[in-house]
């Protein structure tokens, strides 16, 4: 029968949880930057720019996807073009290892995580500390993504931004759309993807 989650130190688990990952966008901020001045260095001129992520219950690393006008696979006259437009997992471009510092950072977050609350290899529901733990990650990759926007780094028009996990409607993808893009951006969006 399962044990259920365990708490190993229940006060410092919930302050733990309480404090952002200021770590944590500090890794995806830098990584984005010397992301992006490798693809302007090489003349990668990108229109959508991609967070992907994990599933919610195992957020174990993040890669960066771009695309490019010429990668979408339709013409803009195709009833699917938004579809290629926006559907991060039809795009071209995808780097595992650009953000390798945020993904050293997430690795430290989710064994400071696992010190404190173990889980039942037999439960597979997330608790309310492990999706706690999953929405402060979350929300790292997008404050990240919001404070190079908010800096000038993607410059004027600013790309396509999202935070993605693939074959999913996670709230963070919506949330990311509406913080990172312009209300047109947006609204076309979510005709296609809601």
Same mark, same amino acid.
């Given at each position: 029968?399962?044990?259920?989650?365990?708490?190993?130190?229940?006060?410092?688990?919930?302050?733990?949880?309480?404090?952002?990952?200021?770590?944590?966008?500090?890794?995806?901020?830098?990584?984005?930057?010397?992301?992006?001045?490798?693809?302007?260095?090489?003349?990668?001129?990108?229109?959508?720019?991609?967070?992907?992520?994990?599933?919610?219950?195992?957020?174990?690393?993040?890669?960066?996807?771009?695309?490019?006008?010429?990668?979408?696979?339709?013409?803009?006259?195709?009833?699917?073009?938004?579809?290629?437009?926006?559907?991060?997992?039809?795009?071209?471009?995808?780097?595992?290892?650009?953000? /390798?510092?945020? %993904?050293?950072? !997430?690795?430290?977050?989710?064994?400071? #995580?696992?010190?404190?609350?173990?889980? +039942?290899? $037999?439960?597979?529901?997330?608790?309310?500390?492990?999706?706690?733990?999953?929405?402060?990650?979350?929300?790292?990759?997008?404050?990240?993504?919001? /404070?190079?926007? %908010?800096?000038? !780094?993607?410059?004027?028009?600013?790309? #396509?931004?999202?935070?993605?996990?693939? +074959?999913? $409607?996670?709230?963070?993808?919506?949330?990311?759309?509406?913080?990172?893009?312009?209300?047109?951006?947006?609204?076309?969006?979510?005709?296609?993807?809601?």
């Amino acid at each position: 029968m399962a044990q259920g989650n365990r708490i190993v130190n229940g006060p410092e688990l919930r302050s733990w949880l309480a404090e952002p990952r200021t770590d944590l966008v500090a890794a995806v901020v830098e990584g984005i930057r010397q992301h992006v001045a490798s693809l302007r260095q090489r003349g990668v001129d990108f229109y959508g720019y991609a967070l992907l992520t994990g599933e919610i219950y195992d957020l174990n690393f993040v890669a960066v996807v771009t695309n490019t006008e010429q990668d979408v696979k339709v013409a803009s006259t195709d009833d699917q073009y938004r579809y290629y437009r926006y559907s991060v997992d039809t795009w071209a471009h995808w780097d595992q290892d650009a953000l /390798a510092g945020a %993904n050293q950072q !997430l690795s430290e977050d989710n064994g400071k #995580f696992a010190s404190l609350h173990t889980k +039942d290899e $037999n439960n597979f529901r997330m608790d309310e500390f492990q999706k706690s733990h999953a929405h402060r990650t979350l929300e790292a990759f997008v404050a990240g993504l919001e /404070a190079v926007k %908010n800096e000038g !780094l993607f410059g004027e028009p600013s790309p #396509f931004l999202v935070v993605w996990i693939s +074959d999913s $409607n996670e709230e963070v993808m919506a949330d990311s759309v509406r913080r990172l893009n312009s209300e047109e951006v947006a609204d076309d969006f979510f005709r296609e993807r809601w």
